[in-house]
DNA sequence: TATTGTTATACTCTATAACTATA
DNA sequence: TATAGTTATAGAGTATAACAATA
């Protein structure tokens, strides 16, 4: 059976995956994925890891909860990052005074160092990878799917 | 500690996650992808089962090595979507007269009929969600995504 | 030798539910 | 009762490696 089917529906269907900003932005993700994990190496920080490492340098002594609401994932989720990122020595987990529930996370200097230079070799990665794109479309790109963002995460 | 940290080096991090593509790529597809599987509600197909049903109508007697690289996925990965697919009965793996080795995947009339109204589905509710951008804003949307496919799909 | 479909296996990411210790 | 952190567990989604049948 070729394409021209019985009925038309085919034709509806054709090609249209592509027309799905859904789609396209999984396929694009895809490459932005695997173009970060070759930036940051073999034993290097995977991209949620690196995030909440960049979330916890930037806001210091938040809490765990607070970082997991951050990133949109669960409390229990952000559990074996946190651990990796102190095994890694990058933070510390820190008893807070006048509630003994919460526990601070506190960046150390290595951390932040760390954070620096992954940050340095995820830029250069990207830069590299999108050099297709004018400076003018890559600021158009965030604009837009910031405006997705502020349309699901509220 | 506040953010006057002793060196800079928090300066150079300090809200720099949003200004990476890949973040805000993230942060996006995971609202879009949570949009689609609201679409096709609870016993309906996962954002890939629908991709494999849509190629398949799209390209009918499609082999699934040729699927499985038009979705940029191992072989090994099509088997379980193909299976689902031939479970629904939307599909059917036919063998092929010449090659006794490949199966071609040929879609039912039902499973033309379930693509298209998903495709129905899938884009009321991305029109819904991204009601926020204009027409124009979209297709610029769809334009950038595809200079970064074509970037790594090339 | 190479390719198709397949199985087995493992790893990442994430969610849900329940637990504990606090509040 | 409610919250913070934790554990156990399960489910997607994907990759790698091997295999049998066929080319």
């Given at each position: 059976?070729?394409?021209h089917a019985e009925n038309q529906n085919w034709k509806l269907v054709a090609s249209?995956?592509?027309?799905l900003i859904g789609y396209n932005l999984k396929?694009?993700?895809?490459?932005?994925?695997?173009?970060?994990?070759?930036?940051?190496?073999d034993d290097g920080?995977?991209?949620?890891v690196f995030s909440?490492?960049?979330?916890?340098?930037?806001?210091?002594?938040?809490t765990?909860?607070?970082?997991?609401?951050?990133?949109g994932i669960e409390r229990s989720g952000l559990v074996s990052i946190v651990d990796e990122?102190?095994?890694r020595g990058f933070l510390n987990r820190v008893a807070v005074?006048?509630?003994?529930?919460?526990?601070?996370?506190?960046?150390?200097?290595?951390?932040?160092?760390?954070?620096?230079?992954?940050?340095?070799?995820?830029?250069?990665h990207e830069d590299a990878l999108l050099d297709v794109m004018t400076a003018k479309e890559k600021e158009t790109l965030l604009k837009l799917l910031k405006k997705i963002r502020m349309r699901g995460e509220g």
């Open positions: 059976m070729a394409r249209d995956l592509e027309d396929r694009a993700y895809v490459i932005v994925r695997a173009d970060f994990r070759e930036a940051l190496g920080m995977s991209a949620r909440a490492l960049s979330l916890a340098v930037e806001f210091p002594n938040i765990q909860s607070e970082l997991a609401r951050m990133m990122l102190e095994q005074p006048g509630d003994r529930r919460v526990q601070a996370l506190v960046p150390t200097q290595e951390g932040r160092f760390a954070c620096v230079e992954a940050l340095k070799a995820v830029r250069a």
